[in-house]
């Protein structure tokens, strides 16, 4: 049984109450691990250490904040193996996902970060004989950073590594559903040399721990990643403080399939952006669309794809499919695919329970799961389910799809597929999201702004997005 601590001070601390929540692993339902069930008290504690810490934070030059961060980077990229397994253990997720995405991704924050903040450049602005204008940015001071349990330690370093590279002081809190690579990265930032009380990472629950992260009036800013109603809970606190958002939400994203396509690898790819991570992903393509003249070719070929995605313990090599997260959010799934039934959707595959034999026995696994002939504004076409459940329709002409892609509240991502160069861009331009990927999936630059329209989120992070985010304008004019 793993006993997790919280990060305060630089030091690996219990939660002042001495209690502790059970942490679960998916793919055999045990539980695995103790994690603190932090409250206001921790989170004081947390702030109380970040603000001794940012007076000297804020003063070290990027550079030498930037050579902290890298060492972090480096030090994520030694124990690969070892964090690859821990967030399979933690989140269900095949140990291969884990160690070709998202631990390499949590090195590449922190590296990416760490040189990014040394090319911040200021802005000048001459007013001939009269005065000159320049602009500089100064770090906001204490920020929280609450981030999700689909993506652990990548999205948890996503929002910490800019935080710090701006040089803010940090108060985190990942989900307490997966909290172990967070307590893994707290040993490794001891190990880097990081000043004691530059980053800070509390355990415990949204109501609990969170709660006292976005009421506590010395933290200037929120970044969150979670669900849509958690958003506007976060917002309805947090904005009458006059504290900064940043808040990437929920997505139902489509994925558009025009017939001029290069089906093969429309097919192979849409197959990862509808399943990839059990299709816990607030990027996966759930509702798929496909121009009819190609439809029963696509259908078919998806379906072939559909039925290798082996469903097993994550931690066997040829497993493509893990566990859900949870016992509660399986149950959810089940849920909406019920629901499909009730909307009059045809079952193409999928949709049951797996029982994985041996140790996974109690595991939270499920069947890739693929309807048809559901309408485009029904509920399992508009609601978020965050799982391996996606929709096919056939669509007639652009101006359709193009309705049916923007029907919902959200407007994160969407996929273009399509050898029309021209109608690529034009289709692009026309949709509601913050992403649109054509004749790809998941591509990321970092230095590429990222967040969603609508209902999917406030603000943007990545690049110079986030360093603008964690840091606060200052003009100064001197008159000539």
């Not at 309408?375 to 391996?388: D, H, K, S, T």
């Not at 597929?417 to 998941?442: E, F, K, P, Q, Y």
Request: proline letters at 5%; one cysteine or more; charged letters at 20%.
């Amino acid at each position: 049984m793993l006993h997790l601590q919280n990060y305060i001070g630089g030091q690996l601390v219990p939660p002042v109450s001495g209690q502790y929540l059970a942490s679960v692993e998916p793919a055999t339902g045990q539980v695995f691990a103790q994690i603190p069930d932090s409250g206001a008290e921790d989170v004081a504690q947390a702030v109380q250490a970040a603000e001794a810490a940012f007076p000297a934070w804020r003063r070290l030059p990027a550079e030498e904040r930037g050579r902290l961060l890298v060492r972090i980077a480096e030090l994520i990229e030694r124990d690969l193996d070892r964090l690859a397994y821990a967030e399979s253990q933690d989140n269900g997720k095949p140990v291969s996902l884990a160690r070709t995405v998202d631990i390499p991704r949590a090195a590449s924050n922190f590296a990416f970060f760490g040189t990014a903040a040394q090319h911040f450049a200021s802005e000048t602005h001459f007013q001939e004989g009269v005065a000159l204008n320049y602009t500089v940015r100064h770090p906001l001071g204490v920020v929280g950073c609450i981030s999700p349990w689909n993506l652990p330690l990548y999205l948890f370093t996503w929002k910490i590594a800019p935080a710090l590279a701006a040089g803010c002081c940090v108060v985190a809190k990942p989900s307490e559903i997966t909290p172990y690579t967070a307590f893994l990265l707290s040993e490794l930032c001891i190990e880097a040399g990081l000043p004691a009380g530059v980053l800070n990472i509390v355990h415990g629950t949204g109501q609990a721990a969170g709660q006292a992260i976005i009421e506590h009036p010395a933290i200037k800013a929120i970044s969150f990643t979670g669900g849509t109603k958690t958003g506007e809970h976060i917002a309805r606190t947090a904005a009458p403080m006059f504290k900064k958002l940043s808040l990437e939400l929920g997505g139902k994203n489509p994925n558009l399939i025009f017939a001029d396509c290069n089906l093969a690898e429309a097919v192979a790819t849409s197959l990862r952006s509808s399943f990839s991570n059990q299709g816990q992903i607030c990027l996966c393509g759930s509702r798929i669309f496909v121009e009819r003249s190609i439809y029963e070719p696509f259908k078919a070929a998806f379906l072939e794809g559909v039925a290798g995605l082996t469903v097993g313990d994550p931690q066997e090599s040829g497993s493509r499919q893990g566990a859900l997260v949870s016992e509660a959010h399986l149950q959810k799934v089940l849920k909406y695919i019920a629901l499909g039934h009730q909307e009059g959707g045809r079952l193409l595959a999928g949709g049951q329970r797996v029982q994985v034999p041996g140790r996974c026995a109690d595991g939270y696994f499920l069947q890739p799961t693929v309807f048809e002939g559901l309408a485009p504004n029904c509920r399992v076409n508009r609601e978020e389910i965050f799982g391996p459940v996606v929709t096919l329709t056939p669509f007639d002409t652009e101006e359709q799809v193009l309705e049916w892609a923007n029907g919902t509240e959200y407007g994160l991502a969407a996929t273009i597929w399509t050898r029309d160069l021209n109608r690529a861009h034009r289709v692009a331009h026309a949709l509601h999201s913050g992403i649109v990927w054509i004749n790809t999936w998941l591509h990321r630059d970092l230095r590429t702004p990222f967040g969603g329209m609508k209902n999917s989120g406030v603000g943007r992070e990545g690049g110079l997005e986030a360093l603008r985010f964690f840091t606060e304008a200052q003009n100064v004019c001197v008159k000539l």
